[in-house]
Structures are given as structure tokens and as C-alpha cells.
């Protein structure tokens, strides 16, 4: 090996070495914290997609049994400038609004896209969250004010069952109608789907994952909702705010509800009975807009979206207490605008989807 390529190597590892740093760096320990995970964002994830296609806003992103990354996004809304291949004439050599419904490897690799309007269901006008069950059905539901659905389809898009439908929504206390519906997850050991609804409606509300049978519901602090409009970010509100934007189930048969507008998270059991809150950043306002738990046995950490202040906050699971960040806002890789929802591999990788104008989904690689 010559002179010159050994200096070119050895000045290559350096600069990787200094923007690995630089990455991590970003990822910050809160003094006097005992150490928690640390983050470095990978600024290749994913790969460049095929077919000259473009993501608009990320409203949604999971992953599955197979450590692939699912990512819901709106295609309708790309701006004109950025879907000019589609404009007669072309305004532009580029872009083509992607598939709703987006799968990759944990490479990158884009695997499949589906989604859309078809016959037998009724597709939400502004898609929003996304969830993969473990036995590989997708779930997604929406927002737009008609968004009064949840959808389930196979992996490969054929569509399954809906709950819900277009339309007015019936009110917090219905069995049969949702109200915009944000997120939702399966407990797997009883074939219950847990949905957080959500912009519209104010509960959490369980159905049969199969027949899409009614269980029960409950409002914040496990009480009857009441759809009664009261101000928002308050961390003691008697109701949820708007919008009730993510459930997650965790291993010690918790059910942790993220009340956005209320920057509170809210703990229960499966049967609705509250436990304990959460409150975070109670200074700012919508700074729950997701979280997972962390991938180790006890599930020590959850990692916590923060769309306002764009963070993902590390904190204790038990306690609340606050051990780390990674982000800030920006527009640079690891920075964020209006990150939305968050995803775990089994690896400890961690995904963000960003909505507003930043149109992005990003993967921050655990280094410690």
C-alpha cells in the first residue's frame, strides 16, 4: 500500500470517527442522571427510494417481527413544487407522490409500497399512525374530521376488516364509531386492539382484533369520558386532551396512553383502572406526541417524541425521571421539525417520523 492511500485511509477513519462524535454528541445526559441509552443518527437511512418517488408529511412509523420499518406517509401533501413530474407540463423532472404504506429493511432497502383508495373499505383522507401486529397484519387510521376509522390489511395490502366509518363522529361514548382515531396496538395474549381515539373523540377503546367487537373504553384517569370542551394543556385536566395520540402495551400488562395536549402520559391496566401520570415539560406545550419502551427485559426506559421541542426524551419508566435527550430543532440529519411518532427494532435502533414540512423518517443507531 502506498504512502498516499495509507494517509487517505488513515484521514478517512479520522473524519468518520469525527461525525460519529459529532452524532453522538447530540445525544445529551441530563447532570446528575444516572447514564441511559445514547443515540447517533444514521444519516443514510433509509436509501434513496425508486421511481422517482417522494414522501410528504410521516404521520406514521412501526416496525415488525422482522425488524423491517413500516412508514405511513400523505402523499396528498406534497406541495405542487415538489410533485412537478405529475403537473401537465411537468413542471419538473421530479417527484412522484410514494405509496401510502412504505416497507424497508433495517438497511434501508425499500421492500414494497401499497395503499389507497380500493373496494371494500373506506381510506382515510389524512392517513395517521401506523401499527404492525406480531402476526404481521398492518393497522393504520387517520385524522382528517371524516377519518372515523381504523383499517386492517395483510402485509401485502389486502384489506381485512374496518372499524368505524366516514362521517360524523358519534362522541366518546360510542360502541360502534370512532372520532379520528391516532394510534393503536394488539395485546396479542387476548386478540385485543387498543386504540387511542384521538383528535376527535377523547378515550381509549378496545375491540375484538378479529370481528372488531366492541370491549370497553375509558377517559383519562380511567373515568367515563366526557367530550365537555375544556382548555387544553393543562397536566391535571379530569379528561384528555386533544389529541390522545399513542398506546403503548408494556410487558407488566401496563397500558401507557400519550394525552398530548395534556403533556402528561397516563398509565393504566388492560382493564382501564388508572395507575399513575407521567407529566413532562409541563412548561411547553404537546410534548407526548409518542414513545417506546426501551428492548431490554425490564423495559427500563421509555423514549419519548417530543414534537413542540423536537426531543426524544430518555426517561425512567417507573419513575418518570429524565436521563437523556437526542434532537433538537433543525433541518440537519439527527435534528428534527414536528416529529410525530417513534419505533423500536429488536437491535435497539430507533426510528422518528417527521410531518409538517419536514416530510422525513430518520434511524439513530444505539451506541450505548
Sequence with gaps: MTLARSLFRLAFFMLAAILLTACVNNSKRVEGAAAGPAYAVDPYWPKPLPNNWLLGQVSGIATDKNDHIWVLHRPRSLAEDERGATTTPPRSKCCIAAPP???????????????????????????????????????????????????????????????????????????????????????????????????????????????????????????????????????????????????????????????RANNRIQVFSKDGKFLRQIVTEPETRNTVADLVPTQDAAQKYILVADGSNNEVRILVRETGEVVGTFGRSGRMAGDFHSIHNIAIDSMGNVYTAEADTAKRAQKFQQVR
Design 101 to 259: 404504506v412504505m416497507e424497508f429493511d433495517r438497511d434501508g432497502n425499500f421492500l414494497r409500497g401499497w395503499g389507497g383508495a380500493g373496494a371494500g373499505y373506506d381510506w382515510p383522507k389524512n392517513e395517521h399512525g401506523i401499527y404492525v401486529d406480531p402476526t404481521g397484519n398492518v393497522w393504520i387510521g387517520g385524522n382528517d374530521p371524516t377519518d372515523n376509522m381504523v383499517l386492517k390489511f395483510t402485509a401485502d395490502g389486502k384489506f381485512l376488516m374496518q372499524i368505524g366509518s366516514p362521517g360524523k363522529s358519534l362522541g366518546s361514548n360510542s360502541t360502534t364509531q370512532l372520532g379520528r382515531p391516532a394510534h393503536m396496538e394488539l395485546d396479542q395474549a387476548t386478540n385485543e386492539l387498543f386504540i387511542v381515539d384521538g383528535y376527535q373523540n377523547r378515550r381509549v377503546i378496545v375491540f375484538d382484533a378479529t370481528t372488531g367487537a366492541y370491549k370497553r373504553h375509558w377517559g383519562a384517569f380511567g373515568n367515563v369520558p366526557d367530550d365537555t370542551k375544556i382548555p387544553d394543556h393543562n397536566p391535571q385536566s379530569p379528561q384528555f386532551g386533544q389529541g390522545v395520540h399513542c398506546v403503548r402495551l408494556m410487558k407488566d400488562q401496563t397500558v401507557f396512553v400519550c394525552d
